[in-house]
């Protein structure tokens, strides 16, 4: 049961990806158009590398650890920490003019974190399984987001 539970989030999350990918692909202006997106922010892209890693290094370490060692408990810290950074990220994207995706995207980064978070709490623990996979997802997002802040014109 739990397992069907986990690929259906999986699937809603690859769909999710998907269509954050194909608005990115479709903002983007070639050549010397009119500009619909906004200017690339370094300070915005070291910020989601940064969250990125983070997220990468608490899936690692929980992986890492006896299935019976998993608890909420246990990694309470750790949800905190990254849902502290992608809020701030989130806020970060918010502020800037013409930067709809980016700010899609680091909500939906946060939602399903918020998510993540609620099923390990009410599960009180976590499988292999979902940490791979959730781990792959959330690599996925966030390469998006960062390969996006990149694409932005200087």
């Given at each position: 049961?739990?397992?069907?539970?986990?690929?259906?989030?999986?699937k809603?999350?690859?769909?999710?990806?998907?269509?954050?990918v194909?608005?990115?692909?479709?903002?983007?202006?070639?050549?010397?158009?009119?500009?619909?997106?906004?200017?690339?922010?370094?300070?915005?892209?070291?910020?989601?590398?940064?969250?990125?890693?983070?997220?990468?290094q608490f899936?690692?370490?929980l992986?890492?650890?006896?299935?019976?060692?998993?608890?909420y408990?246990?990694?309470?810290?750790?949800?905190?920490?990254?849902?502290?950074?992608?809020?701030a990220?989130?806020?970060?994207?918010?502020?800037?003019?013409l930067?709809?995706?980016?700010?899609?995207?680091?909500?939906?980064a946060?939602?399903?974190?918020?998510?993540?978070r609620?099923?390990?709490q009410?599960?009180?623990?976590?499988?292999?399984?979902?940490?791979?996979?959730?781990?792959?997802?959330?690599?996925?997002?966030?390469?998006?987001?960062?390969?996006?802040?990149?694409?932005k014109?200087?």
């Open positions: 049961m739990t397992d069907q539970i986990e690929q259906t989030h999986y809603q999350l690859s769909d999710k990806l998907e269509q954050a194909m608005h990115l692909i479709a903002l983007i202006p070639s050549g010397r158009s009119l500009q619909v997106v906004a200017r690339f922010d370094n300070t915005a892209a070291q910020q989601a590398e940064q969250v990125s890693r983070s997220i990468d899936f690692t370490r992986l890492y650890l006896p299935a019976e060692q998993r608890s408990r246990n990694a309470q810290h750790g949800y905190l920490d990254i849902d502290l950074a992608l809020t990220l989130k806020r970060r994207q918010e502020m800037r003019p930067n709809d995706l980016s700010l899609r995207q680091s909500e939906l946060l939602e399903l974190w918020q998510q993540d609620r099923q390990h009410n599960n009180d623990g976590i499988t292999d399984f979902f940490i791979k996979r959730h781990r792959s997802h959330y690599q996925q997002l966030m390469d998006a987001l960062i390969q996006g802040e990149h694409a014109p200087a």
